[in-house]
């Protein structure tokens, strides 16, 4: 067996959401598993990025999409995974079903953290950080006074909070009925005071419902766990 091997590889993000532009890059997200041997002996839980490809080990996956992380989570509402390996792949998969047990009040938390992370860049213009942005990054800049492609995605992720914390039994609402609208701020229609306001405005409503909303305090930990130690256990009896 080699050093880890992919069990699912899907493609996430603007493509996922329903907001990409004809020159959108493609996006993957693989999740792998570790020789058996490594889960006996223990190993330390990782991630890697091969060029648009990013690879999580299951335990990884796992531990990130509980802690309502939203670089991650969104991966379970991939609707077909454009490879899946054998038994243990289709096991994950089986992901999908059960998504909403990942999700809880802990959303609050990181949708408006990376909201403010990203209205910031807006705010800012990006000044000392243009180093770290890419070539059609910094045109967007050039062209319409400020980050428009960060300012759709900080709209985004405050409004997929505020829609979660409003209606927990609906899950999370990754492809975007509103994407007609989020392409028109990425592609500059709309001025930066106006995402700002947006902005603003849905991170004080999602303040107002983390108090009485009804979704859960935590994950359901114990369903994650015992799927976690149902696969490792096939995974290990095979490789006996």
């Known amino acids: ?47 890697w990025v091969e060029g648009e490809n990013t690879i999580y080990e299951l335990r990884f996956f796992l531990k990130l999409a509980a802690a309502a992380n939203l670089n991650v989570l969104p991966a379970l509402w991939v609707e077909t995974w454009t490879h899946c390996l054998g038994r243990l792949g289709l096991d994950v998969v089986s992901l999908r079903t059960q998504r909403n047990r990942f999700l809880s009040k802990a959303l609050y938390n990181t949708g408006t953290g990376y909201a403010l992370q990203q209205l910031a860049d807006v705010e800012n213009e990006n000044r000392g950080h243009s180093g770290k942005l890419g070539e059609k990054r910094k045109a967007l800049i050039e062209l319409h006074g400020y980050d ?8 985004r992720l405050a409004r997929m909070t505020r829609e979660y914390l409003r209606s927990p039994a609906d899950g999370l609402m990754v492809r975007r009925p509103d994407s007609d609208e989020l392409l ?49 256990s096939r995974h290990i009896k095979e490789s006996l």
């Open 1 to 47: 067996m080699t050093d880890r091997q992919i069990l699912l590889s899907g493609t996430i993000g603007s493509r996922l959401y329903g907001t990409n532009s004809s020159d959108s890059d493609t996006d993957t997200m693989s999740i792998c598993i570790r020789p058996a041997r490594d889960y006996l002996l223990g190993f330390n839980t990782a991630s």
């Open 148 to 155: 428009t492609k960060a300012a759709m995605h900080t709209v």
């Open 184 to 232: 028109a701020i990425r592609n500059g229609e709309w001025k930066k005071e106006a995402v700002i306001k947006e902005v603003r405005g849905l991170i004080a409503d999602c303040d107002k419902l983390i108090k009485t909303t009804t979704a859960p305090e935590q994950p359901d930990r114990k369903w994650i766990d015992d799927f976690l130690i149902g696969v490792l």
